[in-house]
């Protein structure tokens, strides 16, 4: 099997949020920004600390079964305000709404190229 590009790896953590009713989706590429700690940020958010980490598990488990590609760490699991998946040049944020207003990471890269990924109904 050929490497996942970080463009396949991007949209599978996509489909694993959505698969889990994540919403507010944001894809930021950073891969013009000489300064950027990484490619691409993805960020979103649930409702709860256990949709959270509902998320972070199906973002795992999706991205691993469909491209045998599973994170570095995963860290704030603990209390599931904010869990961080570093998947090397891909960094996923997952929120619960409070932190992500407080954070607003995209807006401290808004250089970037953000997207918004519609929320499925």
Not at 63 to 68: C, D, E, G, P
Not at 98 to 119: C, M, S
């Amino acid at each position: 099997m050929t490497e996942a590009s970080n463009e396949q790896i991007v949209n599978a953590i996509v489909e694993g949020i959505q698969n889990r009713k994540g919403h507010k989706i944001v894809t930021v590429d950073l891969t013009a920004l000489p300064e950027a700690p990484c490619s691409y940020f993805v960020i979103a958010e649930g409702h709860s600390s256990t949709q959270v980490c509902a998320i972070a598990d199906e973002v795992e488990d999706f991205v691993r079964k469909s491209l045998r590609v599973k994170p570095f760490v995963v860290d704030g699991v603990e209390n599931a305000e904010w869990i961080a998946m570093d998947y090397g040049q891909i960094i996923v944020h997952i929120f619960q709404r409070e932190p992500r207003a407080f954070y607003d990471i995209e807006h401290l890269w808004e250089d970037g190229k953000l997207k918004e990924i519609p929320d499925l109904d």
